[in-house]
């Protein structure tokens, strides 16, 4: 495999995984990053630079940023945004993935990407629901500016150096995969 190739999957992976924690920032990241010229995009895909997609999903970052940040209309957000988060996460991968045949990109991208995109937004949607349940939304805010500034952490990792976005998918999953063992039912 080409390092070139290597560097897309981080990518695609970093990104799908910051889809996880809002859907439209790490889409906005990588129109941006695209519309500038700091990566090139599949044939199918170069749409995602124009500066119509630029702005729209700028609009749609910044509705969703603040609309997290309402009590209980998050919880309905997230009721829509765990599938979005699957498809997102797809087509991120989809977008970047260099150098690979077809199947085998549609194949990453949707157990990879969408994989990973879908089981980190169920985990949150998970913690978001148990802060509305245990504190009556008064501590979503905050759970909102955590999640936030992870999906703006891990977007930019992936963007300016996507081996470090990968080892930050890692330790991500891992924490999640903790969390889940510590409070899933014993038998």
Known sequence: MEPDTIISIFLGIGLAASVGFRVFLPLFALSFAAYLGVWDL???????????????LGVATIVEIFAYF???????????????????GTAVMVSTV?????VVTWSLAIIAGGGTATAIKGANAAGRLTSSGTTGGLANPLVSTLETGAAVTVSTASILVPPIAAILVIIILFIIFRIYRKLRPKK
């Open 42 to 56: 599949n044939a199918n895909w170069q749409w995602i630079g124009s500066l119509t997609a630029l702005i729209a």
């Open 70 to 88: 309402i009590p209980w209309v998050d919880n309905a957000l997230d009721s829509i945004a765990i599938p979005m988060a699957g498809i997102a």
């Open 98 to 102: 260099a150098n690979l045949d077809p």
